[in-house]
């Protein structure tokens, strides 16, 4: 079992950044499988942000957040961070960490069926 918890969400400024955390507890995330950020805001469905195919080496990003997200995975401390610069109002939204221990082929990586766990999730907002 893994559990996951993100943290780092808040309110900020359009151009500002935020660090959000995905820490896992139970068995070590990082070291398996595939590992991601969807957001979601009301209403609408779960969207994939970025994806990192630990076997793969491959890390995918959205062309939405593309060259102002990073992605790490910090495997001594079971957590994965997604840096966020250069915030929009567009990119506001409840942000999901998510976890498959099995990797699984590129083309179903954005597919929410897929994951086996999933944290609570963490509020992002900008707005001026």
């Known amino acids: 079992q893994v559990q996951l918890t993100e943290s780092g969400g808040g309110l900020v400024q359009p151009g500002g950044s935020l660090r959000l955390s995905c820490k896992g507890s139970?068995?070590?995330?990082?070291?398996?499988?595939?590992v991601a950020w969807f957001r979601q805001v009301p209403g609408s469905e779960r969207d994939l942000v970025v994806v990192?195919?630990?076997?793969?080496?491959?890390?995918y990003y959205s062309d939405s957040v593309r060259g102002r997200f990073a992605f790490t995975r910090e495997n001594g401390e079971n957590t994965v961070y997604l840096q966020m610069n250069g915030l929009k109002v567009e990119d506001t939204a409840m942000y999901y960490c998510?976890?498959?221990?099995?990797?699984?082929?590129?083309?179903?990586?954005?597919?929410?069926?897929?994951?086996?766990?999933w944290g609570q999730g963490t509020q992002v907002t900008v707005s001026s």
């Open positions: 998510a976890v498959r221990m099995m990797t699984i082929d590129s083309s179903a990586q954005g597919d929410v069926r897929y994951y086996d766990y």
């Open positions: 139970g068995r070590t995330f990082t070291l398996y499988g595939v």
């Open positions: 990192n195919d630990r076997d793969g080496g491959r890390t």
